[in-house]
């Protein structure tokens, strides 16, 4: 089996470190799903993405519409270089019979399916490539690789009619996209493993937009998942692949050892060509002469007070824009401005005048991190995720603002351009935000003062609820709470902002009414074509039982698939509402 081959992630960080992955003890190993599809049809159709196929009349002919048009996603596919987060939560089960997590493994890289001398390779922290690559000749260790994960974006390479059963099941409705669901079954006697499940398949285009199940055979010495593989309409007539939620219980791995986990991986950044066009240049471009003239006045020379602040905002800008164009940061946008109406909040209550906007970004990542840059207060998806109100955020957001208004200073070498000029997978060992212990206190009673003044003053009960939450889950979702780029929220036993830890209500599990933290993906949904974050439409449900609460935890992933209109250069999802934040400015006093 060539499997390996096949696909490579170039690891850009790996945050359980070289030697857990490695390691033959690691509690809950598992295979590289070692789909063998062979060399996949060489040559893709020369049809355009966007054209549309006559209809078909009869299920043979949808069956040879859905073979061409995977063929072309799969050649569509070898051109694409999307992030790829795969984020695993090892699961155990209590008394009750119910799993909660107790241990998480996190990977994150960038997917190159192309085919040529690369593919074997992976680049990232030196050697880790060939030592995964040499352990797993040793077969009958099992390891969880991101590239495990990764391989599930394809059903096929070589999906062909002769190689399998069809049975046209239904037509339903995935979102607005009707479907037709199809049962996939590999023929007998075949010696390559094949998709063994279910495939839905949009009915104009007859793309497939979901497919659930595993390969079959599975391999004597290794497992295939079980996985749900979601595409979005990013492009005319391209779906390409989002979201896969994998679920395992009770896996023999061995005569003792058995697997249970669950797993989401996350894919975007497919446009990272457009992250990268240089968007000032079209501002110039547009002022009349005469602004630019007045501008140039006004500027003068900068007193040394000035030079020092635009050297700061030198550096400032270049970290940003080096992190967006590597694919990390959302670029500006809706979610940006809610944050920034909060961090208003503060500080027009607590009468504080900074020389400077005060910018906010996200972090497109699931570890929960929130740090500054200069005057850029980051903060990651996955935090904006599971915080479960305002008061958590504006929590959150004033101990960045503390670190701002008592002016912690940046590296200002970033203001040097060659300091930029480093491979996207160093992005994480060459940028580096934190701040030492006595920053990092001053920013914590920084912050509580300033939610003292605040319209969240009332509330910080539940701000506290969400620490004493994290504090309790810590120690069994280490990759979750590493930061990566900023200081932790917790480590050991200190956790940021501890003071509102004993204002907090008794955690209360069995409490319904009491939600301490929310669930991952609840929040934010990303546009995987354009990196645009956004609030998601989903409705909050009423919680029926102690066990929805997941604090914390992934869940699978239903994603409400639109079909892009034809020749709209727009992106699948159509922006939110910004109406769903309750973020109110009040008045100046
Ligand atoms: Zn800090």
Redesign the pocket.
Known sequence: MRSVGRFSVLVLIVFSCVSQVLSQDSPASAAQPAADPAAPAATAPAQSAAAMPAAATTFNDVLDHVVQREHLFIAQMRHMHPMVETYVQDLKNDKAGDASPVNDRYFLGRLDMSDGPEDTSFIGQPGFGRKVVAKLTGVYSLHFLPLGFAQMVILDSDFQKKYYNFTLVRREFLGEVRCLVIDVQPKEGQKTARFMGRIWVDDQEYNIVRFNGTYYPQPKISFFFHFDSWRLNMRPGMWLPAYIYTEEANLKTGLTKSLHFKAQTRLWGYDLKALNKNEEFTQILVDSPQSVKDQSDAAADASPVVAQRMWERQAEENAVERIQKVGLFAPPGEVDKILCTVVNNLLVTNNIDLQGDVHCRILLTAPLE???IGHTIVISRGLLDVLPDEASLAMVLA??L??IVLGHRMDTQLAFNDKLLFPDEDSFQRLDFK?NAA??EA??TKALELLKNSPYKDRLGNAGLFLKALQQKAPDLPNLIRPHL??SLAAGKSI?MSTLLASAPELDQKRLDQIAALPLGGRIKVDPWTDQAELSKAKPVALTSAREKMEFEITPVFPYLTRLSSGADKVALTSAPAATTQASTPEKK
Do not use: C, P, Q, V
Request: aromatic share 6%.
């Open positions: 929130s740090f500054t101990h960045e503390g670190h701040r920053d990092e920013a914590d900023g200081n940021r």
